[in-house]
């Protein structure tokens, strides 16, 4: 089973993931490389009057290693990425329920790009890192209108990010699903609209 954010707080979506480049500096998430492993050995062997001090590491870029002056997108996000949400699910029933972990500044319903209809997630935005954090750990991995619905820190909303990216206009994951969601809409879209199409050739043939 994959860890929940609830457990790995800091790591970013997979929505986030998979639109920023790789190059980014998410060391923190992954095995230290050997470029940085060999630049803090060579810190080591340097003479002690040359050794830069933890206190002083902690708020100053390495010299050795030009990306640590780039700054961790995450690190101070206020905003999550929520989803798994039941298109009848309100934005005043998110509201009540995350506002328990902090005064929120802007809620934005994820809507189908044709229809304007809510497709199943939300981006809320908090005033404080530390609420977003609260807000993972806490209502992450719960329940609203019977579904567990997941948390994910993310960068923070943009115009245009509110509609789904999927061909029919929802979500992606919503166009090719071949189980029935009642709170998603039934089967996937795609799947549906192949189903429809059997069943009116067959029709026709009786």
Same mark, same amino acid.
């Given at each position: 089973?994959?860890?929940s ?9 997979a929505?986030?993931? $998979? ?14 490389? =050997? ?23 902690a ?11 780039e ?7 206020t =905003?999550?990425y929520?989803g798994?949400?039941?298109?009848? =699910? ?25 229809t ?14 530390a ?9 992450? $991995?719960?329940?609203?209108? &019977?579904?567990?619905?997941? =948390? ?6 943009? &115009? $245009? ?13 919503? &166009? ?21 199409? &059997? ?8």
């Amino acid at each position: 089973m994959p860890l929940s954010t609830v457990e790995r707080l800091d790591k970013p979506s997979a929505y986030y993931l $998979g639109k920023v480049s790789p190059l980014l500096p998410l060391l923190h998430l992954l095995r230290i490389p =050997t470029n940085v492993q060999q630049s803090k050995k060579r810190q080591y062997n340097r003479r002690p009057a040359e050794r830069r001090s933890p206190q002083r590491d902690a708020h100053e870029p390495d010299a050795d290693d030009p990306n640590e002056e780039e700054s961790d997108p995450l690190r101070d996000a206020t =905003t999550l990425y929520v989803g798994n949400l039941s298109f009848y =699910t309100t934005e005043e029933q998110i509201h009540e329920l995350f506002a328990k972990c902090g005064e929120i500044k802007r809620l934005v319903m994820g809507l189908d790009r044709f229809t304007k209809t809510p497709c199943g997630f939300c981006f809320v935005e908090y005033y404080s890192h530390a609420d977003a954090l609260a807000c993972m750990k806490y209502i992450g $991995g719960t329940k609203l209108d &019977e579904r567990v619905i997941r =948390t994910d820190l993310d960068p923070g909303f943009v &115009e $245009g990010r509110q509609y789904g990216r999927g061909k029919s206009g929802g979500q992606v994951r919503d &166009e090719y699903r071949d189980e029935y969601d009642a709170g998603r809409g039934g089967y996937g879209r795609a799947i549906a609209e192949e189903r429809a199409k &059997e069943e009116e050739e067959y029709g026709k043939g009786r």
